[in-house]
């Protein structure tokens, strides 16, 4: 069975930076596949923050361009979300999944807190 696995999430000051994780575990065509990570606010819908394809090519929404770099190792079934210069409005919980169909099950997801 598949499974998502976020972390790295934590509460970091405005202007702070986390490093975000997610392993995908056993999903032998990680490889193969384009990765997304996706963030969902409190009383929100669920929207897509980038992704990178399986060459590690990196695809941003416009709110995060310039902020924040996803990564992948093929190798580790991993992709990464590095955030930086946070503002108030990334206080989300924070999923990876495929992309841009994102079918397999979610994850618990990792919360970032973003505070004064």
């Known amino acids: 069975q598949v499974q998502l696995v976020e972390s790295g999430g934590g509460l970091v000051e405005a202007g702070g930076s986390l490093e975000l994780s997610c392993v995908v575990d056993?999903?032998?065509?990680?490889?193969?596949?384009?990765m997304g990570w996706y963030r969902q606010a409190p009383g929100k819908q669920r929207e897509l923050v980038g992704s990178?394809?399986?060459?590690?090519?990196?695809n941003y929404s416009d709110f995060v361009k310039g902020r924040f770099t996803i990564s992948r190792d093929n190798a580790r079934n991993t992709v990464n979300l590095q955030v930086n210069s946070l503002q108030f409005e990334d206080t989300a919980l924070y999923y990876c999944?495929?992309?841009?169909?994102?079918?397999?099950?979610w994850g618990q997801g990792t919360q970032v807190t973003v505070i004064s």
């Open positions: 999944n495929l992309s841009p169909d994102p079918w397999l099950s």
């Open positions: 056993n999903f032998g065509s990680f490889s193969l596949r384009s």
């Open positions: 990178i394809d399986k060459n590690g090519r990196p």
